[in-house]
């Protein structure tokens, strides 16, 4: 039950802060001047401050989560001096969650800001957000390592996480632009067309960064093992998540040579009800991949492939 619960959390908290991270630079690197200014294309405020408040929530529980596993009590209520004394402050995973803490919280003032200095707002999000998205690694398989090793598999840990939430930023972005209520007239395609043709650049980096960082981070975790890791819990799991992958890859591929194209002729022509509805139906099944490949990865990050290997 207590895997079941720590696996929902580790979900939810990388879910919050990759979509934080991932919709703020999106604002950056997809709009223009004016358009930052939330409901004037995008109205992203709210969602932005929802997701600042809640990851300082999910940091919590699952910072208690933490403490109840290594102080062994049988309760929540007598965890506060294990938090502090043996967690927060004698742990690298205490000094990293103090610096999500802290990085949520200027996350929700640089929100605040939106109305005032949209550009400087976006950059204010998205610096606190990769800053708290980053110290994830900390609770993946990196932190198992030492010495140099240690560190560069959590670089790698973070680019992964980094162009992750990019990803998934850009996908709920689209799905906000792609709403009914959202499209409503000429003018909102067009923006939508050129916010498409945008993202093909950063979704080609998006796509090599995770490619490579996966290949890599696999290569810390199990080493060039094949055979004996697809016996085990982890490598179905991992398996799984490279086929959704590629999966989304194949999706991304049809979106950028078939429906981006598409939804550009049919604003010329006037008539973009069908290019918008095909790409509707294909956000909708990249979105879901997504979110099924982060409860994998929350799953993943629960699990030692160096002891079931050895077990079998």
Known sequence: MSDSINIVVRFALYFDLMLLFGLAIFGLYSLRGKERLSGTVLNFESLLYATSALGVALSLVAMCLLAKAMSGVSGFMELHHHIFEMV???????????IRIAALVMAIIGVALNKRMPTVSLWVVTVSAAIALATLAWTGHGAM??????YWHFISDIFHLLAAGGWLGALAAFALLLRLKSLKGEQDAR????VLTGFETAGAVIVVIISITGV????????????????STYGQLLFLKVLLFSGMIVLAILN???LSPLLERSVKNGE????????RRSMTFEFSMAVIIICLVAWLGTLSPE???SAT
Not at 145 to 150: H, I, K, P
Not at 216 to 231: H, K, Q, S
């Open 191 to 194: 923006i939508l067309a050129r």
């Open 256 to 258: 950028r040579f078939h």
């Open 216 to 231: 890599v981070n696999y290569l810390f975790i199990v080493g060039p093992n094949l055979d004996e890791v697809m016996l």
């Open 145 to 150: 390592d030492e010495g140099s090793r240690r």
């Open 307 to 309: 002891m079931e290997m």
């Open 88 to 98: 927060i402050m004698g742990t690298d995973v205490g000094l990293t969650w103090m």
């Open 272 to 279: 973009y009800s069908v290019a918008i509805n095909a790409l």
